[in-house]
Every structure is written in structure tokens, then in C-alpha cells.
């Protein structure tokens, strides 16, 4: 494990296998643990608002969501590469999960990108048990009819894929409330199988990668001329 700064965001790098071990501590506890998938946009975000900046260094266990941010990280390590780029810390946990009959529950921010969201998964892995998937946070509903609908089916994990902002709002609210092991949270434009990204999709994230290691580089730049100026 290491420890590195992105705009100022503190944030920590696991191996797939100091991961998936971290993984199996929180499904056996069933004490709410946040694991939680970042991306460019989310990081930005974070370096202009103090909640969420906290809510992303207090997560219980961080991943890259692509190759690009973990070069732009600076980790050099081919390995670590290739365990983003195949998303083999998701494989093997969604296999782990299938293999020990862990129910998992799937939410977004409506109907129509739950449903695609549990599809992925399942392409990614078909003998899992994905016990609901439905949309939180609808208007006119509360979060606690949310969270005893997932209460409901009594979840080892729940996978959410949805803005950053609005799981930190709805986490915030019904985290003292909701029964199960793990909440990972997915940036709301994550691909589970990046085999399957369109290539506008791609060019999309490598565009907006250029602009973030640029914000970076500047960042790093402002804070070294300040340190000297100091």
C-alpha cells in the first residue's frame, strides 16, 4: 500500500490482492464499509468541495477506475496496469461473490441505468446473485423507504453506480441505516467491462485524462512555487 495526492486529495493504492483481502474483512463483518472507484471528473470535483474531499479520503478502500489516472499518479508498476485495465480486482470479487451464494443488490439514479447496470455485471460475471436493482433517491421517495428496500433482500454488497455527489448526500442520510457489508460506489460514466467501451467512449476519457494531467501539473506546479515562496 502507498500513499499519494492528486489535487491535494489524499488517496491510497492496493494491490488486486491486498484488496480483495480488505474486501473479504468487510463482507464478513457486515459493518457498512465505502469502497469506492474514482475517476477524473470525481477528483476534480473534490479538490473545489470540502465534503467530498473528505467523503473520498475517508473511504474505507479506493481503486482506479482507469489506466490513464494511474499513470497520471505516477505508479510506473506494469502489473498494476494491467490489474486497472482488466478490472481483475472486480472480476475476482463478483467471482468470489458468485462462488460463496453472496446476494448483491444493484442502484443507480433511475429505472433505466439500474437495469443497465445489472446487465454488466452479469456479463462480467452470469452466475451472480443479484438480488434487486432499482433506482434511489426518486423524488417523493424517502431514503428510508430506499434503505428498507434494500434491507429487504438483505445484500452482502451493493453495488451503486450514480454521481459521486448524490451517493455522498444519500450516504450521509441512510449510512447508520443500511445493513450490509459493502457499498461500492462506480463514477456514473464507469463501463464494468472496458472490453466492451465504445470507441467514442474512449476517446471521450482520454480527452478529459489530458485536461486532468494538466490540472494536475498545474497544481503541483502552484504548490512547489508556493513552498518556495514560503
Known sequence: MQTIQLLGIRLKD?????SLGIAERFLKNRALRLVLYVNS???????????LK?????ADLTLWSTTELVQVAGLKNAGRHREVENREFLKELLQRLAKNHRAVAGVSDSEAKALLLKQELLEMQDKLSIVS????GAS???VEQDVNRLN???????IARMPIGAQYSWLEEAKHMVNTGIWMALPEDMVINRKTQSLWHKWGQKIKHVVFRKRVMKYNDTTETNKTDS
Open 140 to 142: 417523493g421517495v424517502s
Open 14 to 18: 492496493h494491490s488486486k490482492w491486498e
Open 133 to 136: 436493482c432499482f433506482p434511489i
Open 152 to 158: 429487504g433482500v438483505t445484500p452482502a454488497i451493493v
Open 41 to 51: 471528473k470525481e477528483l476534480t470535483l473534490a479538490s473545489k468541495d470540502a465534503g
Open 54 to 58: 473528505q467523503f473520498i479520503e475517508q
